[in-house]
């Protein structure tokens, strides 16, 4: 059915005193304390576990069927295995071969070469980043965006993926698919080709089962459609089901809260990611079925999910990628007889239902897996001090005074709830004694002034700002389309609505009565009328369910920025969580700062640029002492969990060979490409990292000056 998120909720929250309030007058403003992540549920997708006739009826064996795929370097065209970009607390640690040109800079839309870096070098393919190559924004006063500008780039720090090739056919005796090599235009050194490289930094996937949407821009959808990342915006994604009749047809599938598994089958297909051209998932079923999962890898021996089916060996599993699926998924998505679409390769045989449904198994699959990847114990989930702010007794002196820094600095309206992220599911970030209702969309106080004078009320996808990280027009982020054309933001979908009665894409509810700053509080009465599409009730704000005009609203669009209609969604990010912060640099979606206290300077100089829709309620240029920022930090690595330094259970994992840069020769299987350097990341079992290996580092060690 249809995903909706009923007033009732907020009508049982609106039982908070109001005496508690003048109690706390002088620091609520600021903020509690956001709460502990212990015994916080992952949101659930109906049917897919429970229920009468649940889609997956082994869930041990569907969460081992996930690590398997995620960590097999077999999914990848050429040995690229979605571990390879997640390896290091969930994120990349690789530091050559990690730079992207304005790839989908608006104002340069087809980049030709790499700019200089800060330290001098010339960057490009194959490079290795340095320390002083950071920030990617330099400013003589770091503190003031306002001041000289010393260094800026448009390209991105990010990950290296795949060889730019054209897919043929599988080989079933060789990890890699049989690709016909292309000329890189832009990812070469002389005239070998070098892997590709990512327009966006890959953020870590511990914790992401808690977001509402996947990726920077938020386009895998909450709803999984079981073929794409785009829910039910892809008409044509179809999977097949076996009928009580016995007879296989087509059919929609539409899983609620089921974004990591519309994020999983992005990358397998993408064809700077992991995949040549025109590869399919069927095709990717037909490579992998047969296999043993990992077949080329090591596995530990008290690997927490993996152990029981490793070979004795230690390398691979006991079993093959059909087997566990046939486990693991109910038969009526597997068991059909016949024909299920015509193969790639001619003359090939046509595909089975197992292989034309392979999207389907991979992404819950992988979602299932991901699930297990819960990182809530650190010392900010111990219990709370009594008094307000409310402070976690796991904090040391230092830490309680950098968490009263990042609340006084407001960090936390958009570092919200559990997970610390308002990209989360709503029902996640919303704490059981808020007056807010769970909103997908807001409209909020974005900039001081517009025109010369007001205040801009801008509409927004909730948990994706517009924080001027970079110009808008070099990523716009949510303010994109999706490959149907469609908006991916939200607000841009409600806007469509009351322009001209669109119906809205993405099914949930979009409220006039829930948003911060109603219409009513800044349109005059005859500028408004009821609006015809609450879902719910609005019960005690039900004075607020009033919508503009049509002709309101266009007259509105053709001032400045929108007037009082803004969109604030171009150039606008999903907001991180801040868990393992510590772990997962370079930060921000194009990399671009290395360190917290880079961090912490973009934010309290309000940003690096003035971008029309800029958030600078939140992020406005504000005075920190050295003191506060040392504070600050401490905060911030108190949100570290040791599980996931040492990679203790459920962060263990199988062998991986990452490609890590190029050697100057040429690959002696393909010799248009540069043969790639590895580092091996060790099979690690449910202990951890033992005292040899050590703890995972923040990334800015393991870089040069």
């Known amino acids: 059915m249809p995903f909706t ?43 897919l576990v429970e229920g009468s006739d649940p889609i997956v009826i082994d869930k041990e064996t569907a969460i081992q069927l996930g690590k398997a795929l995620f960590w097999d370097v077999n999914v990848g065209s050429d040995g690229m295995a979605c571990a390879s970009c997640h390896f290091h607390a969930g994120a990349d640690a690789r530091y050559k071969n ?31 980043l340095k320390r002083s190559d950071f920030p990617l924004h330099q400013f003589a006063n770091p503190k003031d965006h306002s001041s000289t500008l010393l260094f800026n780039t448009d390209d991105s720090v990010s990950s290296a993926g795949v060889f730019l090739a054209e897919y043929q056919n599988t080989i079933p005796t060789l990890t890699d698919d049989a690709c016909r090599p292309n000329h890189d235009p832009l ?152 024909e299920f679409g015509q193969a790639f390769i001619a003359k090939a045989p046509a595909y089975s239902q197992l292989e034309a449904n392979f999207s389907f198994y991979f992404g819950l699959a992988l979602q299932l897996y991901q699930q297990t990847l819960i990182s809530d114990q650190t010392p900010f989930d111990t219990p709370r001090l009594a008094g307000f702010p409310q402070m976690p007794t796991g904090l040391n002196t230092k830490q309680r005074r950098g968490l009263q820094v990042f609340l006084n600095a407001h960090c936390s309206e958009c570092h919200k ?5 308002s990209a989360a599911h709503p029902e996640v970030y919303t704490a059981s004694d808020s007056f807010s209702a769970p909103r997908l969309i807001n409209r909020k106080t974005i900039n001081g002034s517009f025109n010369g004078g007001g205040v801009a009320q801008g509409l927004i996808d909730e948990g994706y700002f517009n924080t001027s990280v970079t110009p808008t027009a070099e990523d716009l982020g949510v303010g994109g389309d999706d490959p149907f054309g469609n908006p991916l933001s939200f607000s841009e979908q409600y806007l469509q609505q009351l322009r001209d009665n669109s119906a809205v894409i993405d099914p949930i509810a979009m409220n006039s009565c829930d948003l911060d700053n109603a219409f009513v509080q800044d349109y005059k009465k005859t500028e408004l009328t009821d609006d015809p ?41 999903k907001v991180p969580t801040l868990r393992n912060i510590e772990l997962t640099g370079p930060y921000m979606h194009n990399g671009s700062l290395l360190t917290l206290e880079q961090v ?40 570290t969990d040791e599980r996931v330094r040492w990679e203790r259970a459920p962060f263990d994992h199988p062998e991986l060979r990452v490609p890590h840069g ?30 040899h290996l050590g703890p995972l580092k923040a990334f800015h060690t393991y870089l040069q000056k």
């Open 5 to 47: 998120f009923l007033l009732s909720f907020r009508h049982a929250l609106v039982v908070m005193s109001l005496l508690s309030l003048l109690n706390t007058a002088n620091t609520w403003a600021h903020g509690n304390t956001p709460a502990s992540l212990q015994g916080v549920h992952v949101p659930t997708t109906p049917g």
């Open 187 to 338: 990812f070469h050194v002389n005239n070998l080709s070098t892997r590709q490289v990512q327009t966006r930094q890959a953020p870590s996937v511990i914790n992401a089962a808690f977001n509402f949407r996947n990726f920077w821009d938020g386009r895998a959808n909450n709803i999984f459609n079981g073929v794409t990342p785009f829910g039910v915006r892809d008409h044509k994604a179809l999977i097949w089901v076996v009928e009580a009749s016995g007879t296989a047809v087509q059919q929609t599938i539409h899983l609620e809260n089921a974004a990591l598994a519309s994020q999983a089958v992005g990358p397998a297909l993408n064809t700077t990611e992991m995949s040549c051209q025109q590869r399919t998932f069927p095709e990717l079923g037909r490579k992998l079925l047969s296999r043993a999962p990992l077949a080329t890898q090591t596995i530990h021996p008290n690997d927490s999910v993996l152990a029981a089916l490793r070979k004795d060996s230690g390398i691979g599993l006991n079993t093959t990628y059909a087997a566990m699926i046939k486990k693991a998924f109910a038969p009526r998505y597997w068991s059909g007889k016949g």
């Open 662 to 691: 190029h050697k100057k020769t040429a690959d002696a299987k393909v010799p248009e490409w540069a043969a790639d350097n590895f580092i091996t990341v060790p099979a690690i079992g449910k202990q951890g990292r033992d005292e």
């Open 98 to 128: 990690q730079l992207s040109p304005g790839q989908i800079n608006a104002a340069q839309p087809s980049p030709t070469e790499f700019n200089r870096t800060a330290s001098g070098a010339q960057g490009g393919p194959n490079y290795t």
């Open 600 to 639: 912490i300077d973009f934010y309290f100089r309000g940003g690096n640029a003035n971008n029309p829709h800029h958030f600078a309620t939140l992020v406005f240029q504000q005075a920190i002492s050295q003191r506060e920022k040392a504070d600050l930090v401490a905060f911030l690595i108190s949100l």
């Open 533 to 573: 599409y609450l879902k719910g009730d609005c019960f005690d704000r039900s004075i607020y369910a009033k919508i503009p005009l049509p002709a309101v609203i266009e007259a509105e669009l053709q001032k400045n920025n929108g007037g009082r209609f803004m969109v604030a969604t171009q150039g606008a990010f």
């Open 417 to 421: 709830g559990p997970t610390l992220t």
